[in-house]
């Protein structure tokens, strides 16, 4: 079901072109314009890319910001604008190697919220989940993104799922007590969304 044109999407932090950082939240305010791109590095695609660059100076005018979105893997991103295309994948990608910077590939992946989430609504008995909750899981997943050096994935590696998960998990048991859903708020939050998480321990079966 799409979303209405009044919804809020939460709040995220990435690193910009320029080595900086930039936040949703910033853009309040401003319109922002998503550019689909099927092949880069194509005439057309460039042309296009070009018009956008060219009339940036009048989208700025009207507080708008463009986004590139393209199907193409990262080494024909990274190759086509030098270095600076903001990449994040469904599928896992490995490293690429542009301009003498390693860049490692953000998987994007729903697996870095929706385990935290639920953890979180468990350790502390929320009775729903709301907007501010899931808000507050966005921002924590986006506070584990290192924005400033070279090369930095977008969002945090699959590899820590673990650490991501047990860190929204506490943003959200937070959120859920703030706007008072939490049946049993969290004394000893750090202990207690630990002691919750599944730990893959089997028994040892021995063949006689």
């Given at each position: 079901?799409?979303?209405?044109?009044?919804?809020?999407?939460?709040?995220?932090?990435?690193?910009?072109?320029?080595?900086?950082?930039?936040?949703?939240?910033?853009?309040?305010?401003?319109?922002?314009?998503?550019?689909?791109?099927?092949?880069?590095?194509?005439?057309?695609?460039?042309?296009?890319?070009?018009?956008?660059?060219?009339?940036?100076?009048?989208l700025e005018t009207r507080s708008a910001v463009v986004l590139g979105i393209s199907p193409d893997k990262p080494a024909d991103l990274l190759k086509w604008t030098?270095?600076?295309?903001?990449?994040?994948?469904?599928?896992?990608?490995?490293?690429?190697?542009?301009?003498?910077?390693?860049?490692?590939?953000?998987?994007?992946?729903?697996?870095?919220?929706?385990?935290?989430?639920?953890?979180?609504?468990?350790?502390?008995?929320?009775?729903?989940?709301?907007?501010?909750?899931?808000?507050?899981?966005?921002?924590?997943?986006?506070?584990?993104?290192?924005?400033?050096?070279?090369?930095?994935?977008?969002?945090?590696?699959?590899?820590?799922?673990?650490?991501?998960?047990?860190?929204?998990?506490?943003?959200?048991?937070?959120?859920?007590?703030?706007?008072?859903?939490?049946?049993?708020?969290?004394?000893?939050?750090?202990?207690?969304?630990?002691?919750?998480?599944?730990?893959?321990?089997?028994?040892?079966?021995?063949?006689?």
């Amino acid at each position: 079901m799409a979303e209405a044109a009044t919804s809020r999407a939460p709040d995220f932090t990435l690193k910009t072109t320029d080595g900086g950082a930039i936040s949703l939240s910033s853009l309040r305010g401003k319109k922002v314009v998503i550019f689909a791109f099927p092949r880069a590095g194509t005439p057309g695609c460039t042309a296009q890319a070009c018009g956008f660059r060219d009339a940036f100076p009048q989208l700025e005018t009207r507080s708008a910001v463009v986004l590139g979105i393209s199907p193409d893997k990262p080494a024909d991103l990274l190759k086509w604008t030098d270095g600076k295309a903001l990449i994040a994948t469904g599928s896992p990608f490995p490293p690429v190697d542009h301009g003498g910077v390693r860049h490692r590939i953000a998987q994007s992946n729903n697996a870095l919220i929706f385990p935290g989430l639920g953890l979180g609504v468990a350790a502390c008995g929320a009775r729903r989940i709301t907007e501010g909750m899931i808000a507050a899981a966005a921002q924590a997943l986006a506070g584990l993104v290192n924005a400033y050096r070279p090369g930095a994935p977008l969002l945090p590696l699959m590899n820590d799922l673990r650490m991501v998960s047990a860190t929204v998990a506490l943003a959200v048991a937070k959120a859920a007590a703030a706007e008072g859903v939490a049946e049993h708020p969290l004394e000893d939050p750090i202990q207690q969304v630990y002691s919750r998480m599944w730990r893959p321990r089997y028994p040892q079966i021995e063949l006689a």
